[in-house]
């Protein structure tokens, strides 16, 4: 089995460097991690705590519970999750919760029956979730919404809808529209108050929200553009996510208005219908897989009693495609 030593010798980085990185990755670089953990994991290195676990009975496994197992967005964090918590010698249950009735307690139970240790829980769109008592002395760490005060890491949503709205102004396009989810709070208001900050006509009229439920995208989009096409057309829409953009440029295009001489289009998240639909879609992207790994690095640091951030903030960044 590998040692540090070899791992330290292999990665061409100090035997302090490699413990810094399991011990206290915040202060080390992420092309360092980075390099550290592809080495462990191909030397098959796992970190020397079993004296640790024995003492707080830690079996190394932890859940990631996720709303939707179709959904690639879920499954980039996911796997996010699997590479960081192999190289810290952890398995990975993965579950899924109904996002409406929010029954997360059967995974509360399998951590109170010792079977796992934690659990990283991926919320999605934001979302109000109400106390879940028998959750509260469980290692909890949640992707996007906070949830009962325990740690978590989202996306600036603010920003990321001001550099959507930014973009879509250095292409001259002022009115502009928002489509969303009934269940979506930030990013919709975002950017209500993003265009009254910049000056810009906010009409309620052509904002929309659809239900969540991927199969009923289609119906919801046509009735969106249906309404739009009785009124002036927006010179931009932004979307809340790259499947509401994908609807949407569909039914404008069966109603013959081009993309984007017509009116430009907007999603969110950059999964992989973003890039190979036609037009591709400008969408923002968020660093799926990275909080996938972050979530699970906090996660096993409050397993094994390591202080931790309450919040992190991850950034987003514009990828630009046709439809924008």
């Known amino acids: 089995m590998a040692s540090i030593k070899d791992v330290a010798k292999e990665a061409r980085v100090s035997i302090a460097t490699v413990s810094r990185v399991y011990n206290n990755p915040e202060i080390v670089s992420k092309k360092t991690k980075e390099k550290v953990y592809s080495v462990a994991k191909r030397l098959g290195y796992t970190p020397n705590f079993l004296a640790q676990n024995l003492k707080k009975s830690v079996v190394g496994t932890i859940i990631a519970a996720i ?5 690639t967005f879920f499954i980039d964090i996911v796997l996010g999750i699997q590479d960081y918590a192999e190289s810290r010698g952890y398995n990975v249950l993965m579950g899924r919760f109904d996002p409406e009735k929010f029954n997360i307690s059967k995974y509360v139970k399998i951590v109170k029956s010792k079977a796992a240790d934690g659990i990283v829980l991926a919320t999605g769109h934001n979302r109000y979730y109400e106390t879940v008592a028998e959750a509260e002395d469980v290692p909890i760490v949640t992707i996007e919404e906070e949830f009962m005060s325990k740690p ?37 208001k975002a950017f ?15 904002t929309w929200k659809c239900d ?27 979307c809340a996510s790259d499947l509401l953009a994908a609807g949407t440029i569909k039914w404008l295009a069966k109603k013959g ?44 640091n409050m397993i094994e009693g390591h202080e931790i951030a309450k919040k992190i903030t991850f950034q987003t960044k514009i990828v630009i495609r046709e439809s924008a």
């Open 212 to 238: 969540e439920r991927e199969e009923e995208i289609p119906a919801q989009t046509k009735e969106y553009v249906d309404l739009l096409m009785k009124k002036e057309l927006p010179e931009a829409i932004v």
């Open 67 to 71: 709303p939707d197992m179709s959904n």
């Open 257 to 300: 208005v081009r993309i984007p001489e017509d009116v430009a289009v907007t999603g969110f998240d950059n999964v992989e219908i973003a890039a190979i639909f036609n037009p591709g879609i400008t969408t923002v992207e968020q660093p799926r897989k990275s909080m996938g790994q972050e979530a699970a690095r906090m996660l096993i």
């Open 192 to 206: 209500e108050l993003v265009m009254k900050e910049y000056g810009l006509e906010y009409d309620k009229k052509i």
């Open 152 to 188: 978590h890491i989202y996306v600036d949503n603010f920003e990321a809808v001001r550099k959507v709205i930014d973009y879509l102004l250095s292409k001259g396009r002022k009115r502009m529209a928002f489509l969303g989810y009934k269940t979506e709070i930030e990013r919709a």
